[in-house]
């Protein structure tokens, strides 16, 4: 589960990691360790891949509980344990609340604070880069631990409704009440018919697995684009998924999951070290990857 190198801490140096599964290829270490470098930390970053682990995938418990141990500041949580994580944590920020998903775990003190950086995350990507486009109603596609971030998002962002649409329908209407419970009864509504849904979106976001390397394809037929609806995928690797390349080819405006990647990154950094760390540095080193594209 750890290395001896996790064990043989340094402890003058700032050490983080990241829990999830398949996630060799992440480009959020290279981002964290340029810009500890940057500001004259020795920051280490280091991947708890459960997709690597053997015989057997030991409990997540078991893995924060070790960190913690070693002398981690933290770790970063991705999926598919966003949800999971918050069991084994003494607090959670506004935003962890709201979302009802944790992605970044701080220890401090003999205790350990959850948060959520993929809501801000998500809300400075799309507010930089999505000025002007309609947002009447938002179509939001996947009500797992992301989709509740960018549901939240979105809300902030300005879109009057938010169409919730997952294949679990339960978690689609879980998430659509919470939502209506924080922001107000008209906010949000869960939809069955995804092709009824897209056709009163203004533009949507695709907040499901789909899309990634190992589950490639589109989330919502190509038929129900339109020239005129924007369109967001939270997914990153690759940086071009399949939904944003047939979106474009319809003439819709798009938005890749490049900026929510860097932005949840900017604001786990200074969660890990008190810094404010440098967006464009990190950007930099986001962009500068050279690793295979694979999530």
């Known amino acids: 589960m750890f290395s001896d190198a996790d064990r043989k801490i340094d402890t003058q140096a700032v050490h983080v990691g990241l829990v999830g599964n398949g996630i060799q290829k992440s480009?959020?270490?290279a981002m964290h360790e340029a810009e500890g470098a940057a500001q004259g930390l020795r920051y280490v970053y280091r991947l708890?891949?459960?997709a690597m682990m053997e015989p057997e995938v030991p409990p997540l418990g078991d893995i924060i509980k070790t960190a913690e141990a070693c002398g981690y500041a933290g770790l970063n949580i991705t999926y598919p344990y966003k949800v999971e994580v918050i069991d084994h944590l003494d607090e959670l920020s506004e935003a962890?609340?709201?979302v009802g998903a944790v992605n970044t775990v701080v220890f401090h003190d003999g205790r350990r604070s959850g948060h959520n950086t993929d809501l801000w995350g998500f809300a400075e990507n799309f507010r930089r880069n999505m000025a002007g486009v309609a947002r009447e109603n938002a179509l939001l596609i996947g009500a797992g631990g992301a989709g509740a971030a960018v549901a939240h998002a979105l809300v902030g962002c300005g879109a009057a409704k938010i169409l919730i649409a997952d294949t679990n329908k339960a978690k689609a209407e879980a998430l659509a009440e919470a939502v209506r419970a924080k922001h107000g009864a008209e906010r949000a509504e869960a939809v069955n018919d995804l092709a009824e849904a897209a056709a009163r979106a203004d533009g949507l976001v695709n907040a499901s697995p789909v899309g990634m390397a190992q589950l490639p394809g589109m989330p919502i037929d190509a038929a129900m684009l339109r020239a005129d609806?924007?369109?967001a995928d939270i997914v990153y690797i690759p940086l071009e998924t399949e939904l944003l390349r047939i979106a474009r080819t319809h003439g819709c405006r798009t938005?890749?999951?490049?900026?929510m990647a860097v932005f949840q990154a900017v604001r786990a950094f200074e969660l890990f070290t008190g810094l404010a760390p440098d967006v464009a540095r990190m950007e930099a080193a986001?962009?500068?990857?050279q690793g295979e594209e694979s999530r």
Do not use: K
């Not at 938005?255 to 900026?259: D, F, H, I, T």
């Not at 986001?286 to 990857?289: E, P, T, V």
């Open 27 to 29: 480009r959020t270490p």
């Open 48 to 50: 708890h891949d459960t």
């Open 96 to 98: 962890a609340t709201a």
């Open 229 to 231: 609806m924007w369109v």
């Open 255 to 259: 938005l890749s999951g490049a900026g």
């Open 286 to 289: 986001f962009n500068d990857y």
